[in-house]
Nanobody
């Protein structure tokens, strides 16, 4: 599967961005999807994940209440709505596909994700 992330850019603190990640090559309707991010000099960290049936979501503590993950299986696309952005949200954001189908609770463990997009840069200025 190929994942194409888009929607990144530069925004002032307090602003919003919506990231999209479109998949091609196979349907993702039975797989959980996740967003991760990596800031310069730091390890890749979990941001948000959604179960294969959209029944459950999982968020990092640092983004809970500000970010919302969603998916549109008809478009084979996952989204990340980011509100109230902070400078510490600055990073390259990656989408990824869970390696296990039909997982009940969306995992935040990056080693459980098998396919990754190329990343989109989000820069939040103070």
């Amino acid at each position: 599967v190929q994942l194409q992330a888009s929607g990144g850019g530069m925004v002032q603190a307090g602003g919003s961005l919506r990231l999209s990640c479109a998949a091609s090559g196979r349907t993702l309707s039975t797989f959980g999807l996740g967003w991760f991010r990596q800031a310069p000099g730091k390890e890749r960290e979990f941001v948000a994940a959604i179960s294969w049936d959209s029944a459950r979501t999982n968020y990092a503590v640092s983004v809970k209440g500000r970010f919302t993950i969603s998916r549109d299986d008809a478009k084979n696309t996952v989204y990340l709505q980011m509100n109230s952005l902070k400078p510490e949200d600055t990073a390259v954001y990656y989408c990824a596909v869970d390696r296990t189908s039909l997982r009940v609770f969306p995992t935040g463990d990056r080693f459980e994700y098998a396919d990754w997009g190329q990343g989109t840069l989000v820069t939040v200025s103070s």
